[in-house]
């Protein structure tokens, strides 16, 4: 039986109907939560959402772009006045491009995805978060965010500046309640690929990315449930007295 340590918390899942968002919403909801995941690709949602209901998970699935302040806030206005946990998961890839290949098209989606739409979701549940004295936040980075590669620089950057608004909502909100961690994996079993723009030349796209990983020594990829499993747990009041963390969930890979 799952441990029920979300028993009647409301959650909000960002990227909720693929990879880690889904496997995130997946585990909350079986702990418990009442979870309001979003995604902005009109397909992948239908077909979670269909799978979620047929599960028997109280799970609802909204469209919103997290880079869209609009969209942010209809998504929380339809959650309503009370917010426990924030899940900030969705994300972009690049290209894996170095910077004298970077095109400004990459730079600003992965930036507007991975980094703006964080601010965005998070200082969105804030007056929730205030109101009612607390909640957690909790924001998946990457492993890139504490080194360069492999990763494009488009992606290293920003995860970079995840950890920086991560501790910069730790510092300033904690004394009232409310935590901020994030979570680092490595390399991940989620689907997420260079989503944000690549291109098959010799130093960009999958052919710089491969160039890059065979220069690099790997552990095994994550599944995206056993990162869930550290979000779940960061997000609970098992971790009450966790604030401002980085969990590496890398397989070791940050040790190296």
């Known amino acids: 039986m799952d441990v029920q340590r979300h028993a009647g918390r409301i959650a909000i ?3 909720a109907a693929n990879g880690i968002g889904r496997a995130t919403a997946v585990r909350l909801a079986r702990e418990g939560a009442s979870v309001h995941g979003c995604n902005r690709g009109d397909d992948a949602r239908a077909r979670a959402q269909a799978e979620f209901d ?3 998970l109280d799970i609802t699935l909204h469209k919103a772009d997290v880079s869209s302040q609009p969209d942010v806030d209809a998504l929380v206005a339809a959650v309503g006045r009370r917010v426990d946990v924030l899940a900030n998961v969705a994300g972009v890839m690049d290209g894996y491009q170095p910077l004298g290949d970077l095109d400004d098209d990459v730079w600003d989606r992965v930036i507007a995805v991975n980094l703006t739409g964080v601010m965005r979701m998070s ?3 804030l007056p929730r978060m205030l109101a009612q004295g607390g909640g957690a936040i909790v924001t998946v ?3 890139a965010a504490l080194g360069a590669g492999p990763a494009g620089v ?3 950057a ?3 500046g995840v950890l920086g608004l991560v501790k910069s909502i730790c510092w300033c909100y904690g004394p009232r309640g409310i935590r901020s961690n994030a979570v680092l994996p490595g390399g991940v079993e989620s689907g997420m690929h260079a989503s944000a ?5 010799p130093r960009t796209g999958w052919a710089y990315e491969r160039a890059a990983l065979a220069k690099a020594t790997m552990p095994p990829k994550a599944r995206a449930d056993e990162i869930a499993a550290a979000v779940s747990w960061l997000a609970s009041g098992e971790a009450s007295n966790v604030n401002g963390a980085v969990m590496t969930v890398d ?3 940050s040790s190296a």
């Open 54 to 56: 047929a599960a028997g």
């Open 158 to 160: 920003s995860k970079h």
């Open 13 to 15: 899942v960002t990227g």
């Open 141 to 143: 980075a990457s492993r």
């Open 251 to 253: 397989g070791g890979w």
């Open 197 to 201: 723009g690549t291109n098959e030349s």
């Open 154 to 156: 488009s992606y290293a």
């Open 123 to 125: 200082r969105a549940v």
